[in-house]
């Protein structure tokens, strides 16, 4: 299986995030996307999974564009990871409270014990500080794309083993330990400079 990312462009807020981004990741290979804080990378993992729009350039997998009419297959192919903070946020947020911004960015797509998101079949796996739970690996087990959000260092094996496997891994930080692990390694430009993220293949 193969994701590519093809002179994708990023604009928030008037503001140009990501100019010209172009990367494959391919199964059996584990992605690092790394950059300082405010390069983007949470930004990319959306837009990857069509939660914020790119402004120009393509996504694909296997030559599948993501388009409005492919998202909902997309999506099922993919596991999610969310950050530690957002997950110690989602979880700070009581009973009939409205949920966190960036979770309820999820709802209904994929969130584990929601109703509505077990309705729909649509799963997400929220990591713990060390690892993930064992019923979140159990959806990551069926999932052939798997983003993770500044996952904790406790989860490279799990990652590892997952890339291994042949499955599309990419993952967001800037964690010593994952820019080490990493088999292709893509290192976005500090936004002011808008300058074109640089793709290294390590091994």
């Given at each position: ?16 995030l ?10 059996g290979r584990?992605l ?7 390069s ?18 393509f996504i694909?997998?296997d ?6 009419l ?11 990871i969310?950050?530690?903070?957002a997950v ?13 911004p960036f ?5 209904g ?23 993930p ?12 794309v798997?983003?993770a959000?500044d996952?904790?260092p406790?989860l490279?094996p ?6 291994a496997?042949g499955?599309?891994v990419?993952?967001?930080s ?6 080490t692990?990493?088999q292709?390694l893509?290192?976005?430009?500090p936004?002011p400079q808008?300058?074109a ?6 091994f």
């Open positions: 299986m193969m994701l590519e990312l093809k002179n994708v462009t990023l604009v928030v807020d008037g503001s140009t990501i100019a010209n981004l172009s990367m494959i990741a391919q199964g584990l690092c996307v790394t950059g300082n804080a405010g983007g990378k949470t930004m990319l993992a959306r837009a990857i999974m069509g939660f914020v729009p790119i402004a120009s350039g694909s997998i030559g599948e564009l993501l388009t409005p492919s998202l909902r297959s997309f999506r099922r192919m993919m596991g999610y969310p950050a530690v903070s110690v946020e989602s979880a700070a947020v009581g009973e009939g409270s409205s949920p966190a979770v309820a960015d999820l709802e797509v994929w969130a584990p014990g929601d109703a509505t998101a077990e309705a729909t079949g649509d799963t997400v796996s929220r990591s713990a500080k060390t690892a739970e064992p019923f979140a690996l159990s959806v990551l087990a069926s999932k052939q798997i983003i959000d996952p904790a406790g490279l799990t990652l590892q083993d997952m890339s496997s499955r599309v990419i993952v967001m800037r964690r010593q330990e994952y820019l692990a990493a292709q893509v290192t976005l430009a936004s808008h300058t993220p640089l793709e290294t293949d390590l």
